[in-house]
């Protein structure tokens, strides 16, 4: 499966290392340039684009709440997305308005610690 991932903090990024592990096409999406060149050279398979959006078969967005609302208003998704915040309900509803297959999760992945400190 081919995946794309916005946001590669603890979260997006363990989502990542562990898709790619198990033979996934990864492809990921962070403003942090730092951090995506780390994840590259940890896992130099996960392709870092400098591109929000790439057509994949699903796109996982593991960002901060804020960001998350912002995009789902702003962005056309073709595909599934999956999120990883903590809360459905605000989402879910901008998801039926806007015609966006969500799939809404739980953070579950990383550990205590932030960005690529929590990859776990």
Known sequence: MKVHII?????????????????????????NVVTTEMLRKKNPSIEVSSDVFMPR??????????SEE??????????????VASVMRPFQEIARLRKIRLISGHPMAGN???GPAGWD
């Open 7 to 31: 946001g590669v903090g603890s979260i997006g990024g363990s989502i990542a290392l562990r898709l790619s592990k198990r033979g996934h096409e990864v492809s990921v999406f962070d403003e």
């Open 57 to 66: 078969d699903l796109t996982v967005i593991a960002l901060p709440m804020n």
């Open 70 to 83: 912002k995009l789902l208003l702003s962005a056309d998704f073709s595909g599934p997305v999956f999120d």
């Open 112 to 114: 205590v610690h932030k």
